[in-house]
């Protein structure tokens, strides 16, 4: 862990009101903090008292010229992808706890959504918080280093899994494994495949989103 400042260009979209829950946005690899915090307005008509937060992943892409990553894809075998959700695991942790500090709100009125492999680490970092977590969607993700779970788990968020048949960048069959090994270890899981769909997020998997992290928050 660095002393870098997580929140440097942070994005946030207020509740009118003091919010009484809020929603961790995790983007995906090459992107910002510009890019998931468009959700926040399609997803905030259920969810009038909740802050939506996309924080920049805390390095620079090098894959790109440009954007972010929670951590290298270069190598994408299983264990070096099972490393680099490990070592950027405490980064979203202490995001969690700054949240929890700043708005009074206890994990249950926390939800994370991740994008790709924002969704890898929300899928990895929840289920081995002390205590769960309102709910956790992942959209076109995957669950790293699944066989390690089982030995990790603390606790049991409910999840969706929303992904497209046809992603090119994340194999659609990341979906039923993540939901097998996550049912297998106790946790409820929702899932939403949306046919001919590409590594994106359509107007369903927006709605189903937000009707998940309603009955959870609202």
């Not at 709100?105 to 959504?113: C, D, E, T």
């Not at 890898?120 to 918080?129: E, Y």
């Given at each position: 862990?660095?002393?870098?400042?997580?929140?440097?260009?942070?994005?946030?979209?207020?509740?009118?009101?003091?919010?009484?829950?809020?929603?961790?946005?995790?983007?995906?690899?090459?992107?910002?903090?510009?890019?998931?915090?468009?959700?926040?307005?399609?997803?905030?008509?259920?969810?009038?008292?909740?802050?939506?937060?996309?924080?920049?992943?805390?390095?620079?892409?090098?894959?790109?010229?440009?954007?972010?990553?929670?951590?290298?894809?270069?190598?994408?075998?299983?264990?070096?992808?099972?490393?680099?959700?490990?070592?950027?695991?405490?980064?979203?942790?202490?995001?969690?706890?700054?949240?929890?500090?700043?708005?009074?709100?206890?994990?249950?009125?926390?939800?994370?959504?991740?994008?790709?492999?924002?969704?890898?680490?929300?899928?990895?970092?929840?289920?081995?918080?002390?205590?769960?977590?309102?709910?956790?969607?992942?959209?076109?993700?995957?669950?790293?280093?699944?066989?390690h779970?089982?030995?990790?788990?603390?606790?049991?968020?409910p999840?969706?899994?929303?992904?497209?048949?046809?992603?090119?960048?994340?194999?659609?069959a990341?979906?039923?494994?993540?939901?097998?090994?996550?049912?297998?270890?106790?946790?409820?899981?929702?899932?939403?495949?949306?046919?001919?769909?590409?590594?994106?997020?359509?107007?369903?998997?927006?709605?189903?989103?937000?009707?998940?992290?309603?009955?959870?928050?609202?």
């Open positions: 862990m660095t002393d870098t400042n997580l929140w440097d260009g942070a994005r946030r979209f207020q509740p009118a009101s003091k919010p009484t829950s809020a929603v961790l946005l995790l983007h995906g690899l090459g992107s910002n903090a510009d890019d998931l915090i468009e959700l926040a307005p399609l997803l905030a008509g259920q969810l009038l008292q909740t802050i939506f937060i996309s924080p920049n992943a805390p390095f620079a892409c090098d894959m790109a010229p440009f954007g972010r990553q929670w951590f290298s894809l270069i190598d994408r075998t299983p264990f070096n992808m099972w490393q680099g959700a490990c070592s950027a695991a405490p980064y979203v942790e202490r995001m969690i706890a700054d949240i929890r500090a700043e708005f009074e709100l206890p994990l249950s009125r926390i939800a994370l959504v991740g994008f790709s492999q924002g969704a890898m680490m929300s899928l990895h970092v929840a289920p081995r918080l002390q205590g769960p977590v309102a709910g956790v969607v992942g959209l076109s993700g995957a669950l790293v280093g699944g066989e779970l089982p030995a990790d788990i603390t606790s049991r968020p999840v969706l899994l929303v992904h497209g048949q046809m992603d090119p960048v994340v194999p659609y990341a979906l039923p494994m993540a939901a097998a090994t996550l049912t297998t270890c106790g946790i409820a899981v929702e899932t939403e495949t949306r046919p001919f769909l590409g590594h994106n997020v359509d107007d369903e998997g927006i709605n189903r989103t937000a009707s998940f992290l309603a009955a959870r928050l609202a």
